[in-house]
């Protein structure tokens, strides 16, 4: 991986050098159905929860999102996301990456995947999806590494459509939150010293995805937020913060 001068290189090129070592978007002739294509729109509702109200989902999230299929890079199955945890009274950290071939995600994965004891400590299962095959996430997987058995492959981006989750153009190169990424400039060069650019979705409209955090007691939704930018994650100790504080099964 080429090393990347903080100094002297301008925060335009350097969001460009860092966006996932890809060409200019307009080489993958992106279809305009992607583009244009909008989240599900989750409305608030009275009545529900603190978190589902202030983050605009509403109490029927935890079950929407539980009916997706997604695939199991462990085993290269279809697995419903409900069925990853205690649906009555079990904790997950849903953690929805971008894609696999992101460095970002990257970064953000290698967090996770030091943090597991901690999560595994508190009761707590850490889910990681991330858009493209079960073969690409099994790249991830195990140049990273990361355990396999918390990895899920999400092609067709639906988690991120019924959650909601940003996707463009604008978001994904141009978004002023993206910078937080150069605060974490060490972190990701350790993260990426394996890196290739092979884990990128062969469907090169899924890099214009963005990502978010999720904790689920249950089916309730007890912490969102959701990626302004490539690499604006939520903080982890938040989310560690979130899962000691309220009591697992």
């Not at 729109?41 to 935890?62: H, L, P, V, Y």
Request: with cysteine; glycine share 8%.
């Amino acid at each position: 991986m080429a090393t990347l001068s903080l100094n002297t290189v301008s925060t335009s090129t350097r969001m460009h050098r860092l966006s996932c070592r890809l060409p200019k978007p307009s080489v993958y002739s992106l279809s305009l159905h992607r583009l244009r294509r909008s989240p599900i729109k989750i409305q608030a509702e009275a009545g529900g929860s603190t978190m589902a109200r202030s983050s605009g989902f509403n109490d029927s999230i935890g079950h929407a999102l539980g009916q997706v299929s997604i695939f199991s890079a462990a085993t290269g199955q279809a697995v419903l996301i409900k069925d990853l945890w205690d649906q009555d009274e079990g904790m997950a950290v849903v953690a929805l990456l971008r894609h696999f071939g992101c460095p970002c995600c990257w970064e953000l994965a290698s967090v996770l995947r030091d943090s597991k004891s901690k999560f595994e400590s508190a009761g707590v299962k850490l889910v990681a999806i991330g858009v493209g095959t079960t073969d690409k996430a099994c790249i991830l997987a195990e140049r990273l590494p990361f355990p396999l058995e918390n990895l899920y492959a999400d092609p067709d981006r639906k988690a991120y459509d019924v959650m909601g989750l940003y996707y463009g153009l604008a978001r994904t190169f141009f978004n002023p939150a993206s910078t937080k990424v150069f605060s974490r400039y060490e972190s990701l060069k350790e993260a990426v010293k394996n890196y290739t650019i092979k884990a990128t979705p062969d469907d090169r409209s899924s890099v214009l995805q963005q990502g978010g955090m999720f904790v689920f007691k249950g089916k309730e939704l007890i912490f969102a937020r959701k990626d302004e930018g490539t690499g604006d994650h939520a903080p982890l100790d938040d989310v560690l913060d979130i899962c000691c504080k309220v009591p697992a099964a």
